[in-house]
């Protein structure tokens, strides 16, 4: 399994913008992040949003993302317009539902399905939301302090 891209971003662009516009905060790529336990990513919006939040940390296939870019008029944006924070390679995210797991050294406890929401329509195109529904990607808590890095592009 590969980690090909890692973002945070300071600030909500879709999470509580319901019934009003999208907000601007940038997701940035970085090349590495660090993961602080029950905290989440240091530098991200999510970073103590809240006690025990279920999603620290987001992930998204890549997989996922090169089946995205075949929708009809898919534009070539970086995968990082769906602001989750890891972008894996080579491995079923689904699988680590309700589950431990493992990723270089850091420990995470997989949550839930980090659902699609109408806002994929805007940010990426029309009929994301319906191609990412029941693989939007996962929702994660952080468990250990470390640092997690991209792997593989």
Known sequence: MDIVRLYISPGH?????????????ETV???????VAGRG?????????????????TF??????????????APRLDPGVFRRNA????????????????IQGVHFQGIAECSPCAW???AFCSGAMLALKGRGGL????LSDGILRVTGR
């Open 13 to 25: 662009n879709f999470f509580g913008h319901h019934g009003l516009p999208a907000g601007t905060h």
């Open 29 to 35: 790529e970085v090349e590495s992040v660090e993961c």
């Open 41 to 57: 990513l240091a530098g991200d919006r999510f970073f103590d949003f809240k006690e025990d939040y279920r999603g620290q940390i």
């Open 60 to 73: 998204l296939a890549w997989e996922v993302y090169e089946e995205l870019l075949l929708l009809p008029g």
């Open 87 to 102: 972008v894996t390679r080579g491995v079923d995210l689904s699988e680590w539902i309700g589950r431990p797991f493992e």
């Open 120 to 122: 994929m329509d805007e």
């Open 139 to 142: 929702r994660a808590k952080v």
